[in-house]
């Protein structure tokens, strides 16, 4: 099993639609987790981490599962501007690794 | 924020010239830096792992001669690639990760061409 595994999409949601992405690691002692966000020919920039209480930025929740060993993001109220590759970020992998999931396209039309 | 400039963003080389890629943390320590490579419409896949003042870890693959890297630094990992052939041509990322936190910051990028 791949230490991190992503769907990798592409999501084709409309605009206003709420859309949810997991994200399954293998590794039940990773430490810290993370949702990335890469736009075409750029780095990823951080979106937010995940904590196990869960966290909440404006749109966007994510979540960790630590009993299924998963994490989402879940945007609500999609924009444009949301169009993107988002990469789930697992940090203390078997080797102590940045781990990252191939990453999941969503691309939010008019 | 805590911020990580690698240089250069862009270089073309002529096929078996080394070109070397510098990964710097301005304002802060980092113990740990990951070097990453994202072949086009594909995931970043991560080569090594580097370690200040010891030998980097290369994931499974990577071919530690002929990426090279050195972080003789809290503050700088450098990777070389050697011999540089057309395949080469791929997007390269950095990483560094503050010293007492996990959260990863990266570098913008560097997009080698290799002609």
């Known amino acids: 099993r791949k230490e991190v595994e992503q769907d990798p999409g592409p999501f084709n949601v409309p605009e206003g639609a709420t859309v949810a992405f997991n994200c399954t690691y293998s590794?039940?002692?990773?430490?810290?987790f993370f949702w990335y966000r890469q736009d075409c020919r750029k780095e990823p920039k951080l979106l937010m981490s995940?904590?196990?209480s869960g966290n909440e930025d404006g749109r966007f929740t994510a979540q960790l599962n630590r009993a299924s060993q998963y994490i989402s993001l879940l945007i609500r109220d999609s924009k444009l501007s949301d169009s993107a590759t988002y990469l789930c970020?697992?940090?203390?992998?078997?080797?102590?690794?940045?781990?990252f999931g191939k990453g999941t396209k969503l691309s939010v039309k008019p | 924020g805590a911020v990580v400039s690698q240089h250069p963003s862009r270089v073309i080389c002529k096929s078996g010239t080394s070109v070397k890629i510098e990964c710097r943390s301005l304002d802060f320590q980092a113990t740990t830096m990951f070097w990453y490579r994202q072949f086009p419409k594909q995931s970043l896949m991560l080569m090594a792992t580097?370690?200040?003042?010891?030998?980097?870890?290369?994931e499974q693959g990577v071919e530690k001669d002929k990426f090279l890297i050195n972080h003789a630094s809290l503050t700088l990992s450098t990777l070389t690639v050697t011999s540089a052939h057309p395949e080469d041509s791929s997007f390269y990322i950095c990483s560094a990760v503050r010293q007492g936190y996990t959260e990863a910051f990266f570098g913008q990028g560097t997009r080698l061409t290799v002609v």
């Open positions: 580097s370690n200040e003042g010891s030998k980097a870890t290369y």
């Open positions: 970020l697992n940090y203390g992998g078997s080797q102590g690794n940045l781990i």
């Open positions: 995940v904590y196990s």
């Open positions: 590794n039940s002692a990773s430490q810290s």
